[in-house]
């Protein structure tokens, strides 16, 4: 709207129509409003939300605005906070006055402030009727409450710790159905890698206490029942060969795998070339190349595909996220995915029905622990890293059998702390478990657990008694502790001297054959060799739509994956080592290697050939017992001692 020059009226939208105002009857209206500020000056405050509201009432007028003063600038960050929370702006009594400079000599110089036109100044008198005051106030409240209306009920907020803001209810329901959706395909489980920080995370290491993260799992009233029992008790070597067979059976029943059109599109192209490729990209902090590589990755990897592909899902999202410097947000959220103890259950029989590596390696310890403490009446073993101590209801049960009479058992287990305000709960409920194992088949028993770091626990605390056999018993976690690539004295070096000074019978330990590497890119490239063997053998082996190996794959492996690929420094709490640096090391902790019983060798060769697949391979070198997958060392074994000083 242009007003013409003869007309001297004052624009005003007033109930939905065009008004005019006389400047006659404005000047006086604004003469009225300055002498009540003047009375009132320290009453008043800015209210530049208004000010707004009248630039748009006004908006067909061309006028400069002068720049907003100190006070008027915080008034504007201000306000709007106070107005999200429902209280009211307090006034400030020394507020300047937001001025709106007019270039025509028929409009005096106006601003807006507490709801009420004020003039920046004038020299007439009131002679007009206040009523047209009120209706440019009334107008001015009416933009005031349309404005209001897109704001959120503060009653109906509900606090989003994840993205550390306030939701309305609908919202919050919404985000947390987007969560659960999320978490049911892969890229949930390992972590969206470009998502908000949530201060949610930030406090979960204060609630920890600690630096290295125990995965969360979620507890349940049932300790053992059928399930368990059928899983975890020895029920002879036809029941195991039955359940192998079956399982053969249904991936050879499977449609042609190589059928699908995205795995034949996947032969023409190298998936671990173009890891490796944006690997190096990632390393050299080359972010155009290597999100160009991540879209390739992304067509063609996928958590339903062969075993490549899905390695490929689990690797690109660890570099995407590295790239993205989410990589501890990341890992954090995916350790923190509770997951319940039975869910485990079906994961680990199918690794043991697939495949004999873990079923010999728990054979092995216990075999091992049976024929040293033949004769002993009280038997103490220290877990490190029992996790969820799947390894003893077999031993309970073998020690029931035993001719020279049952002995007393001991274990002591001992893990890092879970998150949040129950760091024990897991290993408290695992000695429920074992406990009435050792109650169903007569075996004295008693339990006792550590959540702590393994580095500070001291002798007094694992209450050793002169009269047991001590047996120390870590399989697969002394990973996770740190090593040496800290300064002085390393927490590892610091566990395996308490082993030392304690002084077992035998130390049992069982690792992960990989060599840890401070370079991302050599690093890389071994994590993609060693799990590719164990993605292709379950890919061979097991059913793709099996649920064991969708949790094993997805939840289980993806963790070490991620966090070896996609963190640094205190954050990388995996940092596995080969056989051969475990033996170095451990030798020059004081520990002198025994030499291993053949009968028990013997024992885990027959294991592997009673109707497994002939890829699988046990071998005795150095002193270790080698198991692997078509020629790859996957885990190894031995039995130590300290050395008499």
């Given at each position: 709207?242009?007003?013409?020059?003869?007309?001297?009226?004052?624009?005003v939208?007033?109930?939905?129509?065009?008004?005019?105002?006389?400047?006659?009857?404005?000047?006086?209206?604004?003469?009225?409003?300055?002498?009540?500020?003047?009375?009132?000056?320290?009453e008043f405050?800015?209210?530049?939300?208004?000010?707004?509201?009248?630039?748009?009432?006004?908006?067909?007028?061309?006028?400069?605005?002068?720049?907003?003063?100190?006070?008027?600038?915080?008034?504007?960050?201000?306000?709007?906070?106070?107005?999200?929370?429902?209280?009211?702006?307090?006034p400030?009594?020394?507020?300047?006055?937001?001025?709106?400079?007019?270039?025509?000599?028929?409009?005096?110089?106006?601003?807006?402030?507490?709801?009420?036109?004020?003039?920046?100044?004038t020299?007439?008198?009131?002679?007009?009727?206040?009523?047209?005051?009120?209706?440019?106030?009334?107008?001015?409240?009416?933009?005031?409450?349309?404005?209001?209306k897109?704001?959120?009920?503060?009653?109906?907020?509900?606090?989003?710790?994840?993205?550390?803001?306030?939701?309305?209810?609908?919202?919050?329901?919404?985000?947390?159905?987007?969560?659960?959706?999320?978490e049911?395909?892969?890229?949930?489980?390992?972590?969206?890698?470009?998502?908000?920080?949530?201060?949610?995370?930030e406090?979960?290491?204060?609630?920890?206490?600690?630096?290295?993260?125990?995965?969360?799992?979620?507890?349940?009233?049932?300790?053992?029942?059928?399930?368990?029992?059928?899983?975890?008790?020895?029920?002879?070597?036809?029941?195991?060969?039955?359940?192998?067979?079956?399982?053969?059976?249904?991936?050879?029943?499977?449609?042609?795998?190589?059928?699908?059109?995205?795995?034949?599109?996947?032969?023409?192209?190298?998936?671990?070339?173009?890891?490796?490729?944006?690997?190096?990209?990632?390393?050299?902090?080359?972010?155009?190349?290597?999100?160009?590589?991540?879209?390739?990755?992304?067509?063609?990897?996928?958590?339903?595909?062969?075993?490549?592909?899905?390695?490929?899902?689990?690797?690109?999202?660890?570099?995407e996220a590295?790239?993205?410097?989410?990589g501890?947000?990341?890992?954090?959220?995916?350790?923190?995915?509770?997951?319940?103890?039975?869910?485990?259950?079906?994961?680990?029989?199918?690794?043991?029905?697939?495949?004999?590596?873990?079923?010999?390696?728990?054979c092995?310890?216990?075999?091992?622990?049976?024929?040293?403490?033949?004769?002993?009446?009280?038997?103490?073993?220290?877990?490190?890293?029992?996790?969820?101590?799947?390894?003893?209801?077999?031993?309970?049960?073998?020690?029931?059998?035993?001719?020279?009479?049952?002995?007393?058992?001991r274990?002591?287990?001992?893990?890092?702390?879970?998150?949040?305000?129950?760091?024990?709960?897991?290993?408290?409920?695992?000695?429920?478990?074992?406990?009435?194992?050792?109650?169903?088949?007569?075996?004295?028993?008693?339990y006792?657990?550590?959540?702590?770091?393994?580095?500070?626990?001291?002798?007094?605390d694992?209450?050793?008694?002169?009269?047991?056999?001590?047996?120390?018993?870590?399989?697969?976690?002394?990973?996770?502790?740190?090593?040496?690539?800290?300064?002085?004295?390393?927490?590892?070096?610091?566990?395996?001297?308490?082993?030392?000074?304690?002084?077992?019978?035998?130390?049992?330990?069982?690792i992960?054959?990989?060599?840890?590497?401070?370079?991302?890119?050599?690093?890389?490239?071994?994590?993609?060799?060693?799990?590719?063997?164990?993605?292709?053998?379950?890919?061979?082996?097991?059913?793709?739509?099996?649920?064991?190996?969708?949790?094993?794959?997805?939840?289980?492996?993806?963790?070490?994956?991620?966090?070896?690929?996609?963190?640094?420094?205190?954050?990388?709490?995996?940092?596995?080592?080969?056989?051969?640096?475990?033996?170095?090391?451990?030798?020059?902790?004081?520990?002198?290697?025994?030499?291993?019983?053949?009968?028990?060798?013997k024992?885990?060769?027959?294991?592997?050939?009673?109707?497994?697949?002939?890829?699988?391979?046990?071998?005795?070198?150095?002193?270790?017992?080698?198991?692997?997958?078509?020629?790859?060392?996957?885990?190894?074994?031995?039995?130590?001692?300290?050395?008499?000083e």
């Amino acid at each position: 709207m242009v007003l013409p020059e003869e007309n001297n009226a004052f624009p005003v939208k007033l109930d939905g129509a065009n008004t005019f105002i006389d400047s006659t009857d404005h000047t006086n209206i604004s003469h009225s409003i300055h002498e009540k500020y003047q009375n009132n000056q320290n009453e008043f405050m800015l209210y530049p939300t208004l000010d707004y509201i009248n630039r748009i009432l006004l908006e067909d007028i061309d006028e400069p605005f002068s720049e907003y003063q100190d006070v008027a600038a915080l008034s504007d960050i201000e306000k709007p906070l106070y107005d999200i929370v429902g209280q009211k702006y307090p006034p400030s009594p020394n507020s300047q006055l937001v001025v709106r400079q007019s270039k025509s000599n028929h409009y005096s110089n106006i601003c807006i402030l507490n709801k009420q036109i004020i003039p920046k100044s004038t020299n007439t008198s009131l002679t007009q009727d206040s009523r047209n005051e009120s209706l440019l106030a009334k107008e001015l409240q009416r933009g005031v409450e349309e404005g209001q209306k897109f704001l959120p009920d503060i009653n109906n907020l509900t606090i989003d710790l994840q993205v550390s803001r306030l939701l309305p209810d609908t919202e919050h329901k919404k985000k947390i159905s987007e969560i659960e959706l999320e978490e049911e395909n892969v890229h949930g489980l390992v972590g969206k890698p470009k998502t908000r920080k949530s201060s949610s995370d930030e406090n979960l290491n204060i609630l920890e206490g600690r630096n290295s993260k125990m995965p969360m799992f979620s507890t349940e009233e049932i300790t053992r029942d059928e399930m368990y029992d059928k899983v975890l008790l020895y029920h002879g070597e036809e029941s195991v060969k039955e359940e192998i067979s079956r399982l053969q059976e249904i991936r050879k029943c499977q449609v042609n795998p190589h059928c699908n059109q995205k795995e034949n599109l996947e032969e023409n192209i190298d998936l671990e070339s173009l890891l490796v490729q944006c690997s190096e990209a990632v390393a050299l902090g080359n972010c155009k190349v290597a999100e160009e590589i991540i879209k390739v990755l992304r067509k063609h990897a996928s958590p339903v595909g062969s075993g490549t592909q899905r390695l490929a899902c689990i690797l690109t999202d660890g570099l995407e996220a590295r790239l993205a410097g989410t990589g501890s947000e990341s890992y954090r959220r995916l350790v923190n995915r509770q997951i319940s103890t039975r869910e485990v259950l079906k994961a680990y029989h199918m690794n043991i029905t697939a495949s004999p590596l873990l079923r010999i390696s728990y054979c092995f310890a216990n075999d091992y622990i049976c024929k040293v403490a033949e004769d002993a009446s009280r038997i103490h073993i220290i877990d490190f890293g029992i996790t969820f101590g799947f390894q003893w209801p077999p031993l309970i049960q073998a020690l029931a059998k035993r001719r020279g009479g049952v002995p007393k058992l001991r274990i002591t287990g001992i893990d890092l702390p879970q998150p949040g305000f129950r760091p024990a709960e897991r290993l408290n409920q695992i000695g429920v478990r074992l406990e009435e194992y050792a109650k169903s088949f007569e075996v004295p028993f008693e339990y006792q657990c550590i959540a702590s770091l393994w580095e500070s626990i001291c002798i007094k605390d694992l209450k050793i008694d002169d009269d047991e056999v001590l047996i120390v018993n870590s399989m697969f976690r002394f990973m996770q502790v740190r090593d040496g690539t800290f300064p002085t004295d390393s927490p590892r070096n610091q566990v395996l001297k308490l082993i030392k000074q304690i002084k077992p019978k035998g130390f049992i330990i069982g690792i992960l054959n990989v060599s840890y590497s401070p370079f991302f890119t050599t690093r890389f490239k071994k994590v993609l060799s060693l799990y590719s063997m164990l993605f292709d053998m379950f890919d061979t082996l097991v059913p793709r739509d099996d649920e064991g190996r969708q949790l094993m794959e997805r939840v289980l492996l993806a963790r070490p994956i991620f966090n070896l690929v996609a963190c640094e420094g205190q954050d990388q709490v995996e940092r596995p080592e080969t056989y051969k640096q475990w033996h170095k090391r451990i030798s020059q902790a004081g520990f002198k290697l025994l030499s291993m019983d053949q009968d028990i060798v013997k024992a885990c060769n027959a294991k592997v050939k009673s109707g497994y697949h002939e890829g699988f391979f046990v071998q005795e070198e150095s002193g270790w017992l080698l198991q692997g997958w078509k020629g790859r060392i996957n885990y190894g074994l031995s039995v130590w001692e300290p050395k008499l000083e």
